[in-house]
């Protein structure tokens, strides 16, 4: 018979572990990007801040419930069956950061594919999931155990169905719209391709582990999912310094590959990030 801690307590547990690791990672991606792009426009520097704050406290937050509740209060059942306000803050926090990153490839598609349509798809997704995470939250407060969550199930789901297709669409969009702005040329192509497979990365790992999330929410109530749960926000921020990153990055590949003077690419960012338009005569160009 499983003790109260391993019902949902020992999944928390592993969910900590990759809470933090991937922590570590964006934190690596922060600092990597100011000491690389200092003079990126202030709004962005700006956002890059609030995100790192957002995933710092949601780590604080988490280190602190799973330490109160494995350690200060080993042994006490009724304490680990009662979910307080600092567990509640995960779905307020990955709610929030999820919409922010959410948010901003909305206005990176508008940008580049100038459709208004998908533009408000996408931020409709975003509002929603932030609006459901958030109500999430609120109802966790309430709840006086873990079985409770069961009550207030149909908010988790519009929460994370929201974020989830938010972030297939974002990616479908993009994927679209790089094959068919192709060059023709193989060089420029080469990268397109590249960035192609960057997109579908970080996109498809934030929509697979929301998808993930919600079939285990559903099918198992003994806490399995807040492993893929505890990991969610982290993987938003992670998705979003890699895009930032990674400009430097094709610019670099871009001087290392030879190119027709009509085909130089002023590839000195992936199509997700700023500052980069596809133009259908000559390829990429920087703004």
């Not at 572990?17 to 922590?23: D, E, G, Q, R, S």
């Not at 956002?47 to 988490?62: S, Y």
């Not at 871009?254 to 199509?271: G, H, I, K, Q, W």
Request: hydrophobic share 50%.
């Amino acid at each position: 018979m499983e003790n109260p801690a391993e019902i949902a307590h020992s999944y928390m547990l592993i969910g900590l572990f990759l809470n933090i690791w991937l922590y570590g990672i964006m934190t690596t991606q922060v600092y990597l990007y100011y000491m690389e792009y200092p003079k990126d426009k202030w709004w962005i520097k700006s956002l890059v801040a609030i995100l790192l704050l957002a995933d710092t406290l949601n780590a604080l937050f988490l280190c602190i419930y799973v330490y109160k509740s494995l350690i200060t209060n080993f042994n006490n059942p009724e304490f680990l069956a009662d979910p307080d306000w600092i567990f509640a803050t995960d779905p307020a926090l990955t709610g929030i950061i999820a919409a922010i990153v959410q948010l901003f490839f909305s206005w990176r598609i508008k940008v580049l594919t100038s459709n208004n349509g998908i533009f408000v798809v996408v931020v409709v997704c975003a509002l929603v999931g932030l609006a459901g995470a958030l109500f999430t939250a609120v109802e966790v407060t309430k709840s006086v155990s873990f079985e409770e969550f069961r009550r207030f199930k149909w908010a988790v789901i519009v929460w994370l169905c929201s974020e989830a297709f938010g972030d297939l669409v974002i990616t479908g969009t993009l994927v679209t719209f790089l094959r068919n702005h192709k060059t023709g040329f193989p060089s420029s192509d080469k990268l397109v391709d590249r960035i192609i497979r960057m997109t579908m990365q970080t996109g498809l790992t934030t929509s697979v582990c929301a998808i993930l999330d919600i079939i285990f929410f559903l099918r198992y109530p003994n806490g399995l999912h807040l492993i893929f749960n505890f990991a969610l926000s982290k993987l938003y921020t992670n998705s979003l310094m890699s895009t930032l990153n990674s400009r430097k990055g094709w610019r670099l590949a871009t001087t290392r590959e030879s190119m027709p003077s009509e085909d130089v690419l002023c590839l000195a960012t992936p199509v997700c990030s700023p500052f980069v338009r596809i133009l259908p005569s000559n390829g990429v160009a920087c703004f």
